[in-house]
């Protein structure tokens, strides 16, 4: 009797040492079974939408510029010595400076969108003036080292400005004509550069005689 219970000490040892052996295989398995990666920050992101990228503020249109109209002007110095006329079309300016006796000038520019107008002309002569509510032009011409202020009202045919250009007796005939609104005149004719007073011109037909020969005077145009 003695001598078995070594025995059963060995056998109770060694079923105990198969139960935690066992105990530890099943744990270890569950926990391996149990056990998760942590979702990447990619996976979890949201997706980003495509074809929604944002379009950008509209502009304010500019508005829509209002050309100069087309128009011819007539007037007097401030001093009441010469005579001016300014004729635009599409933008551009074509002005005539007259004494009546040997001053004059032609000069032709651009009209600004507001109005303004720089025109120059030979030997440094220049005009600057202002189209003011379509009514009339008022500025300076530059001629001759003098200044002259002027006004030029809106005319209507056959007030305006006209030109002739001819040969005649062998001479170079350039003439131009200022037809005021209260139906004055104001020309220069240049016989090879020679300027004198302009004859009459019909203001209806442009019909002009320069030394027995019959001419046509015509409106300007820029």
């Known amino acids: 009797m003695k001598r078995s219970g070594p025995l059963v000490t060995l056998l109770a040892g060694l079923l105990l040492g198969l139960f935690v052996l066992s105990l530890n295989a099943t744990t270890g398995t569950k926990s391996a079974s149990t056990s998760y990666a942590e979702p990447s920050p990619e996976a979890t992101a949201s997706p980003t939408p495509t074809g929604t990228t944002a379009s950008p503020a509209p502009s304010s249109a500019s ?35 007259c004494d009546g006796r040997a001053k004059e000038s032609w000069l032709k520019g651009d009209v600004e969108e507001d109005g ?26 530059d001629i001759d080292g003098d200044r002259y202020g002027f006004t030029a009202d809106k005319a209507k045919k056959p007030s305006g400005l006209y030109r002739a250009t001819a040969t005649v007796r ?28 302009a004859p009459r011109i019909d203001p209806e037909t442009g019909a002009v005689t320069i030394d027995g020969q019959q001419l046509t005077a015509r409106p300007v145009t820029p």
Do not use: C
Not at 78 to 92: C, E, I, N
Not at 118 to 137: S, W, Y
């Open 63 to 97: 508005p829509s510029s209002v050309p100069v109209p087309d128009a011819d002007y007539a007037g007097r110095t401030t001093d009441d010595s010469a005579a001016v006329a300014v004729t635009l079309s599409d933008g551009k300016a074509v002005a005539y400076f």
């Open 116 to 141: 303004t107008m720089k025109l120059t002309g030979k030997h440094g002569a220049e005009l600057n003036g202002t189209l003011k509510e379509g009514k009339r032009i008022s500025g300076t011409v």
């Open 170 to 197: 062998g001479a170079k005939v350039d003439g131009g004509w200022i037809v005021l609104p209260d139906g004055r005149q104001v020309g220069i004719l240049t016989r090879d550069d020679e300027p004198s007073p």
